[in-house]
Nanobody, 126 residues
Framework: VQLQASGGGLVQAGGSLRLSCAAS????????IGWFRQAPGKEREEVSC????????YYANSMKGRFTISSDNAKNTVYLQMNSLKPEDTAVYYC????????????????????WGKGTQVTVSS
């Protein structure tokens, strides 16, 4: 199982980035994929999740309206479009996968995820 996050970088406040999470080694359609982030000195927090089977999405409140998660099942890749970035969005962003025992159910929380990839750094300057 491999989850490869990419697309991070340095951007000014108000700017945009698109993160990608390329998955391999498992049946993509059986999993929900999520983005999580961890800033220095803080706990890891959920950002957004999407079900690869039915496309249902979840966003943490502070990301609603600014971030958009999407999935390209043909490419086994999940994207996170991040707009109107703020300095407080600075963190290492991780993607993770959760097996969906029921196609319409998943839990977008860190301790419910089954597989994790290495993170990608996002830095937003003020």
């Amino acid at each position: 199982v491999q989850l490869q996050a990419s697309g991070g970088g340095l951007v000014q406040a108000g700017g945009s980035l698109r993160l990608s999470c390329a998955a391999s080694g498992f049946t993509f359609d059986d999993f929900a994929i999520g983005w999580f982030r961890q800033a220095p000195g803080k706990e890891r927090e959920e950002v957004s999740c999407i079900s690869s089977s039915d496309g249902s999405t979840y966003y943490a409140n502070s990301m609603k309206g600014r971030f958009t998660i999407s999935s390209d099942n043909a490419k086994n890749t999940v994207y996170l479009q991040m707009n109107s970035l703020k300095p407080e969005d600075t963190a290492v962003y991780y993607c993770a996968a959760q097996y969906q025992y029921y196609s319409d159910t998943y839990y977008c929380v860190s301790n419910a995820m089954d597989y994790w990839g290495k993170g990608t750094q996002v830095t937003v300057s003020s």
